[in-house]
């Protein structure tokens, strides 16, 4: 294989770790194959390392040996949804995997229209719905399906919250705890709010 030639595979390779592992940064595709993100920052340039992709590929074909039908393999990701006063946002495009779990897809009811992830949830504003350190699976894509539990961005806060659209057309965004804050909202102001996704099962 000539130089240019293997330098374009390893960078191929790249997108496919990164399909592979549901992750949106070469980071952390490093950190999930045991490299420091370091490390990968000279990825960028040369493509992933011969270690790299041995790993990978090692992960890889023994996953296809032992697929399931019935299963799927979802990341956890490090961010909380609270589920009191908000947790700040730097990117929310930029979800960081904590693990990768999985769970039968018994589960689901409707066929997700994102991409699948579960998100621990922090605070006590969805009490006795949800409790901190409750695990939520969520459909990741910025649509309304209806009434529902969904993750928002709430003024650069991810949260866990109710929402309802009532006969008026107002937007209802709903604590479950009486002592919490609720508020009402026109659905299209999207500078104060946006659809991360909607959760789909309580899994704890």
Do not use: C
Not at 81 to 101: R, Y
């Amino acid at each position: 294989m000539e130089k240019s030639e293997k330098l374009a595979y390893k960078k191929e390779i790249l997108e496919e770790m990164k399909e592979y592992f549901n992750v949106s940064s070469i980071e952390q595709v490093a950190v999930l194959l045991g490299f420091s993100e370091a490390t990968a920052s000279t990825w960028r340039s040369r493509g992933a390392s011969d270690n790299a992709i041995a790993k990978f590929e090692l992960i890889r074909s023994n996953d296809n040996a032992n697929v399931d039908p019935n299963l799927l393999k979802i990341n956890r990701v490090a961010l909380k949804a609270s589920a009191g006063s908000g947790n700040h946002l730097e990117s929310i495009d930029k979800f960081d995997v904590v693990e990768t779990m999985t769970i039968s897809r018994s589960l689901l009811k409707t066929q997700p229209n994102g991409t699948l992830r579960l998100i621990g949830v922090d605070g006590y504003s969805m009490v006795p719905m949800l409790y901190p350190d409750s695990l939520v699976l969520f459909d990741e894509h910025p649509e309304w399906r209806g009434d529902g539990l969904y993750i928002l961005n709430w003024r650069n806060e991810l949260m866990v919250k109710l929402l309802q659209i009532d006969p008026h057309g107002k937007l209802h965004i709903k604590s479950v705890n009486k002592d919490y804050e609720s508020w009402v909202i026109d659905p299209d102001d999207q500078s104060v709010f946006h659809i991360v996704g909607k959760v789909l099962r309580v899994i704890i």
